[in-house]
């Protein structure tokens, strides 16, 4: 999830009815990579984005009326689901669609016989560290120097787990 603060948007929930969750494909790319390289200063290419749309992973968009509003791709493990990448389009951030994806997320993890959701994030992005807590991730440990961040940095990615 993006770091960058944004203002806080209510959604009435016939809207949120209206949204929906698709799989993603080489169609999606180009809405995909919109959002991906607005929304991080490290995005993944789109060459990331392509090899991931296979059955070894799952990756879905959130669409309202025809606007990519955000995406999730996640890898399935034994009795586990990985949580690759979640972003909300900048302009549709604090609205509640993150969760909504999650809430999204936990059933499909669930149907797959997922125990446990894992995920990694930036140290720094504390807005995402709070969303996660706020859902009941609870960090597990710290991998150093995990993220690319820049002049030849590297940043260390908290290690979080939510018990399905």
Known sequence: MPSSPSP???ISEATRHAAALAPM????LDAVMAIEQTAYSHPWSRGNFRDSLNPLFNAQCLWLQGELLGYFLT????????????????AHQGQGWGHMMLD???LMSRQT????????????????LQVYVRYGFKQVSIRKDYYPAG??????????????
């Open 8 to 10: 806080r948007t209510t």
């Open 25 to 28: 494909t080489l169609d999606d």
């Open 75 to 90: 890898m399935r493990g034994f009795e586990e689901m990985h949580l690759l990448n979640i972003t909300v389009a900048p």
């Open 104 to 106: 999204a997320l936990t």
């Open 113 to 128: 016989g997922a125990q446990w959701l894992w995920l990694e994030v930036r140290q720094s992005n504390q807005r995402a």
């Open 151 to 164: 002049r030849q940095q590297r940043e260390h990615a908290v290690v979080m787990s939510l018990k399905l």
